[in-house]
Every structure is written in structure tokens, then in C-alpha cells.
């Protein structure tokens, strides 16, 4: 008599623990603002609309930056917010480490391991990076100043593009600040 093959059990396709996907959601990055390329006049029509990316890691190699002050929370903020200003540079800086990073591997600050910046360092319509003397502080310096009615503030008027002239421009001159 012929035997019979033993009998397959089914498994139950089991759901992912509440656990499980919990972590998966912590592991997504929150979105931030941003501009896409520098905002320019805002009077133009269609008027520049920002850009939702991942909030940026701005101590993660290559070449690392800090803000300083708190960090806001990570989330959707309205332009012209300090929230929304830190968000602009911050994605910007990122993205001129990452450009720089990936095209001369190997480099570091000449001031230290991560590069200061301060987004309002008083009124002027300025930007700069400094190595320290004459009373700066080493980093990357930006400012604000009043034009008729608007104040404008350098960190974002001139942040949005990873070439943005304000942010690119001090991102070389720190490329002449970097060791190999």
C-alpha cells in the first residue's frame, strides 16, 4: 500500500507588530521648507513657493555645520519665520557640504571638525566666512537689514540653490579654509 505524503500546514501571514511599525514611521524623515533656488523678489507673479525636502543632518560627514542656538522642531513652517529661516539655510548648507564633499573627498574644516554658523550676527546686508579675528568668531556669518519696508535676511534671501551666491560664495572661500 502506497503511503501518503505527510500533510502541509498553511501559516497565517502575520501583521508587523504595533512595535515594528512604529519604528519603521521614527526611521522617515520629517519634512522641512526650503527653497528650491533663491526666492528672488517676492513681488513677482507667480510668487516663489517653497519646497517641502527631509530635514537635513547638518553634523553628518562630509563636512559637517552647526546652527547655533536650538534647532526648531522639525515640521512645515510659513517663509518668513525664524523657523522657516533656519530650515532655508540649513538644507542649503547641507547641500553645498554635500556638493563639496562629493566632488574633493577627504576634506575637513581648517577651524575644526564641524563649521560654526550664526544666521543673524546684527544688521547688515552681509554674509561671510571668517577664521576668527578682528572680533569674528570663526564660522560663517550671516545677517539682516531693513529695505524700506521689508527686512530681508541674508541666511534666506540668497539660500535657496545650492549655487545661491551667498551661500556658495562663503561655501568656496571655506573651500579655501579646508584641509586634505
Excluded at 34 to 51: K, S, Y
Excluded at 89 to 104: E, K, P
Aim: aromatic share 8%.
Amino acid at each position: 500500500m502506497a503511503r501518503k505524503a505527510p500533510r502541509k500546514t498553511r501559516t497565517r501571514r502575520q501583521k508587523p507588530s504595533t512595535a515594528a511599525v512604529a519604528s519603521t514611521k521614527k526611521i522617515q524623515k520629517k519634512l522641512v521648507p526650503t527653497w528650491e533656488d533663491d526666492p528672488g523678489d517676492p513681488n513677482v507673479t507667480p510668487a516663489p513657493t517653497p519646497i517641502q525636502v527631509p530635514a537635513p543632518t547638518l553634523g553628518a560627514q562630509p563636512l559637517p555645520t552647526r546652527i547655533g542656538g536650538a534647532a526648531p522642531a522639525a515640521k512645515i513652517y510659513q517663509p518668513g519665520t525664524p523657523e522657516f529661516r533656519y530650515y532655508a539655510c540649513a538644507t542649503s548648507l547641507r547641500r553645498g557640504s554635500d556638493f563639496w564633499g562629493g566632488i574633493s573627498p577627504g576634506l575637513s574644516w581648517e577651524i575644526g571638525k564641524i563649521l560654526p554658523v550664526i544666521l543673524d550676527d546684527g544688521v547688515d546686508l552681509n554674509a561671510f566666512y571668517t577664521r576668527g579675528g578682528f572680533g569674528d568668531a570663526p564660522g560663517l556669518h550671516f545677517f539682516h537689514a531693513a529695505v524700506g519696508t521689508r527686512t530681508f535676511f541674508s541666511c534666506v534671501t540668497a539660500t535657496g540653490g545650492m549655487c545661491s551666491p551667498i551661500v556658495s560664495n562663503p561655501v568656496r572661500a571655506r573651500h579655501a579654509s579646508l584641509h586634505r
